[in-house]
């Protein structure tokens, strides 16, 4: 079995440990340096060439977006930070994941996922156009003006076009972001998130209950904030195909 080596950079030696104690859970990732500060993280990544790095932001001296300006190859990045007010420029920087301190083990297992996941597209490029759907254990980052969110894909329930943007729907809050429904549908996992019309895409597995509707069509309630999608025929017909045994 090919093993995904990976780097631990963090100033503080009990998040070190207690990162390398969860990652015992994968044998797949073996850790091959543990590094304390960016100068010596940039010369153990350059001699031992990892595929994976687990960096921590804050730290003395360099903190770890300077450690990757000054690299000549980057590697697959999980920045791991007791912080979530660097999530934007983590994705800017094209991070695989953004863990929050304490990590959670099934945060960690979601993450080693997509690592895996993305590390067997790269060498089966014929399979990538799968590879990189969101799936519902997938967080994003979401800003509507100046309200920031870093939200789970499971928790959103629906996304509502309003012309240029899209308004999703999680918990309480209603932020719109500049994007297109259709751009949105080709990322998402339709077994999940399904598109009910040319106006919304609902999350499956926040219905409460389905009504027929006109047409033959159908309208779906959902759970906690008690949305109602209408669903034509055409897709009506569809969802119960996906449903059906």
Known sequence: MKTTRAIIVDDERLARQELRKLLTEFPEIEIVGECMNADTAIAEIREKDPDLLFLDIQMPGKNGFELLNSLDRTP???FVSAYDEYAIRAFEVNALDYLLKPVQPQRLAETIRKALDKQ???????KSENAYLLDESDQVFVKDGERCWFVKLADIRLFESEGNYVRLF??????LILRSLNNLDEKLNQKIFFRASRKHIINLKWVENLENWYNGGLLVKLKEGGEKVEISR???ARLKEMMSL
Request: no cysteine; hydrophobic share 35%; net charge negative.
């Open 234 to 236: 055409r897709q009506a």
């Open 170 to 175: 999680f918990g309480t809050n209603r932020p």
């Open 120 to 126: 067997v597209s790269d060498i089966l490029p014929e």
């Open 76 to 78: 697959e990045i999980i």
